[in-house]
């Protein structure tokens, strides 16, 4: 029985194995789940792309940072410069006669006097009180001469006092940063302050002198500011001050017309339009050297327009003959130039013309002085001699000299504001003649052997006087201020009691 239960429970199982499913179906189940995990992960993965795209958001950020790199790169070939603003300050009274104003209604001798020794009992210059004094004094008597400023000798000659005579421009060099700088004395108002906190009135390599209004009103100056060089007016009480020539190129030289209704200056505009970097047509990284010269034009004050008057390079500043009238030279020999010629412009017609000598003409035309009229001009005629010529701008010679043999650039003419007479002299100290005096057709009115010899001669704005830088060799060389007659006629001198060195500097007031 036991035997039979055994047999019936295997045939069972035996059954039970023989309906049983394969084995395939149960792996599939198993095998779904694993997998479809697996593929819900791969949208996981979808967000990669986004973080992709934020990586890509820097590049703009790259591109800006080359621009911004790119712009500035013209300004490592020409860094600004520091700019100088103007300003009114370091006020001191000024201690002037009472009368100053009616004595300046006559003409007076202006000049320097320094290292004055008042105890010396002789002649002879001794260092020691570093101190110049900037006197006036009446042509016709010395004991009437009046100290102005009193300055230390580091400022030299660099006063400019205007043709009234009543404002002095005088620089001081050395100081504090708070107290060097250009200072005005301004006599109407009885004080003397600084305008500029310069030390140099050398301006990116050019030398620029401020220079007066006819009516004193007013002083025009070149000045640095980022990139070139513009021309500025200030009042004499440090009032108003103006860009005249916010151009972008370097204008310089300044000079006012003697009526004051046009200012003549020097640009290299016309080269160089602009020394701003990114602007158009700058100079700025071409490698093109900063200039030393450039083209004459003039602004006519009332409505502040420009004009070109020539084409010509210029290296020296131009000069008015006449209210009418600009005169200006082009070419250097010192810089191997083969002609040094000069020319005259018309402020109203625009018209320029170059002086040519007929049949005779020279290359180096030196030290010219033109004549009031803009017509005549009298000049060192440099070859093998340098003959002193007087041409009229035809091309006519006039006259000739040819036994004042002065070194190139070592002579000096004045004409006398009537036109008149012409005085001929040395220049800074190398004079070797006397009193020589001329008419307008080149005929000696007066030759006078030295002493003293005559330096920088300067007739007065009435035509009564003529003064000059006077040396006597001797005295050790001493230089004194001589005033004489128009015709280099009745010397006197006006300096002999003082000691020291004597510099004349012009005339003013009249």
Known sequence: MRRIFLLLLLLSAACNALNAPPPTSTLAP??????????????????????????????????????ATFTPSPTASNTPGPTTGFTYENWQSLSLPSDISARLASPMIAFINTNN????????????????????????????????????????????IAPTGDAVAYLKPTGTNNTAGLYIADFKSAISARVLPIRSLTQRGIYNAPVWSPDGSKMAIALATGYDIDIFIVGRDGSNPTDLTMQGSYDFWPVWSPDGSYLAF??????????????????????TPPP???????????????????DRWVTDPPKWANPRTVVFSSGDPLLGDSEHAI???????GETRKLTLNGNDVPLKLAEAWSPNGQEVIFQAAGTSTDIVLANLSGQEIGRISDLPFARYGMTAAWSPDGTHIAIGGISGQCPYGVVVVDSNLNSVSRSNPP???????????????????????????????????????????TGSLKGQIDLIGWVGG
């Open 343 to 349: 020319y005259a412009a018309d402020a109203i017609s």
């Open 452 to 494: 003293p010899t005559m330096c920088d001669p300067v007739y007065s704005p009435d035509n009564k006087f003529l003064a000059f830088d006077g040396i006597n060799p001797h005295i050790d060389g001493r230089t004194d201020i001589y005033v004489t007659n128009p015709n280099g006629l009745g010397l006197v001198d006006l």
């Open 292 to 310: 030393t010269g450039g083209n004459v034009y003039i602004m006519e004050m009332g409505t502040k327009k420009v004009r070109q008057v020539s």
């Open 30 to 67: 198993t095998n779904t789940p694993t997998i479809t995990p697996t593929a819900s992960n791969t949208p996981t993965a979808s967000p990669v792309p986004p973080t992709d795209t934020p990586t890509l958001t820097p590049s703009p950020t790259l591109t800006a940072t080359n621009t």
């Open 266 to 287: 020097v640009s290299d505009r016309a080269k160089c339009p602009s020394w701003i970097p990114g602007e158009a047509g700058t100079c700025d990284g071409t490698d």
């Open 117 to 160: 020794k008042t105890g010396a009992s002789n002649a002879t210059p001794q260092p020691g009180n570093d101190i110049e004094t900037l006197y006036y004094v009446p042509p016709t008597n010395s004991a009437s001469r009046i100290p102005i400023l009193q300055l230390d000798d580091t400022t030299g000659q660099q006063i400019f």
